[in-house]
């Protein structure tokens, strides 16, 4: 089992829907989360840290369930620049700290 | 300015030769890293330095040597280059301990492709 697995997708949606991707872990000694976005050709870069209590950044909601060992990104109202694959990474504490990066959900939103 | 900067963004090259890859931080932070994203988009972590000091060395054929000359700087040279090993290579660094604790800054990216 991967340590970390995402729905490859794509996920095709139109402007303005709002779609949500989950993303689960299977090391119980993961610490920190966080969604990163790539766009085709580029690399990752930090879209928002998850915290337990659930957190927002404008269109963007980030949840952790720690004892189902899933985190979601929701975005709402989405915008053509939404395109992009997103990234669920985990950081696991096993006496050091471990980056896990998941393959990643594709999006595509159309006009 | 670019924060995290590599070195060269394209690279092909023939089976069996040696290539390097040069990365460069402008942000002061210790920790550097390599990571391999193939064909699938999985991004596996190579190594990490944590102030020119290996901290990880994930299970990398040897025919990959990192090089830390200073905390700014991460090289990557592959000798003996394999087919399999056409990918995207990606620096990235991270002010915080060796591991990633925290946000990860990735350079543009080093697309080897082995002929």
């Known amino acids: 089992r991967k340590e970390v697995e995402q729905d490859p997708g794509p996920f095709n949606v139109p402007e303005g829907a709002t779609v949500a991707f989950n993303c689960t872990y299977s090391n119980s000694a993961s610490q920190s989360f966080f969604w990163y976005r790539q766009d085709c050709r580029k690399e990752p870069k930090l879209l928002m840290s998850?915290?337990?209590s659930g957190n927002e950044d404008g269109r963007f909601t980030a949840q952790l369930n720690r004892a189902s060992q899933y985190i979601s990104l929701l975005i709402r109202d989405s915008k053509l620049s939404d395109s992009a694959t997103y990234l669920c990474?985990?950081?696991?504490?096993?006496?050091?700290?471990?980056?896990?990066f998941g393959a990643g959900t594709r999006l595509f939103v159309k006009a | 300015d670019t924060a995290v900067s590599q070195t060269p963004k394209y690279l092909v090259t023939q089976m069996g030769n040696d290539k390097s890859i040069k990365c460069e931080q402008n942000?002061?932070?210790?920790?550097m890293y390599w990571y391999k994203q193939d064909s699938k988009k999985f991004l596996k972590i190579m190594f990490s330095?944590?102030?020119?000091?290996?901290?990880i060395n994930e299970t990398v054929p040897n025919r990959f040597s990192p090089k830390s000359p200073d905390k700014a700087h991460l090289n990557l040279h592959i000798n003996s280059l394999e087919l399999g090993d056409s990918a995207v290579y990606f620096c990235?660094?991270?002010?915080?301990?060796?591991?990633?604790?925290?946000?990860?800054?990735f350079g543009e990216g080093s697309r080897l492709t082995v002929l």
């Open positions: 990235a660094s991270n002010p915080g301990l060796a591991g990633g604790v925290g946000e990860l800054f």
């Open positions: 942000l002061g932070h210790d920790t």
């Open positions: 998850v915290y337990s």
């Open positions: 990474v985990v950081i696991l504490n096993t006496g050091g700290f471990k980056t896990i």
């Open positions: 330095y944590n102030n020119k000091e290996l901290i």
